[in-house]
Nanobody
């Protein structure tokens, strides 16, 4: 059974940093695209950052220049480094791995940015 376990969330002040990690118990993780989504209260889940199996990255406009996604296939882990955090970044952050129509989700980790 595939499991994605996120960690690294928490409470941080405006302007602070956090690093999220997502460890995937999945074979051949290198073939999967890996993504971070977030969902704030009362809002739809949105894609924050994407890294392809080949290492190409894409970001939501709202986080460009502040967030960095990376992956370590040897550790089956994807990271999200979040700098210059703002109160509007407050949300539950979810890890997703995707290969074609096959996808898996983590349980989410709360990130709260105080003003």
């Amino acid at each position: 059974q595939v499991q994605l376990v996120e960690s690294g969330g928490g409470l941080v002040q405006h302007g602070g940093s956090l690093r999220l990690s997502c460890a995937a118990s999945i074979t051949f993780v290198s073939i999967y695209a890996m993504n971070w989504y977030r969902q704030a209260p009362g809002k739809q889940r949105e894609l924050v950052a994407h890294i392809s199996s080949g290492g190409v990255t894409n970001y939501a406009d709202s986080v460009k220049g502040r967030f960095t996604i990376s992956r370590d296939n040897a550790k089956n882990t994807v990271y999200l480094q979040m700098n210059s955090l703002k109160p509007e970044d407050t949300a539950v952050y979810y890890c997703n791995v995707q290969h074609g129509s096959v996808g898996y989700w983590g349980q989410g980790t709360q990130v709260t940015v105080s003003s």
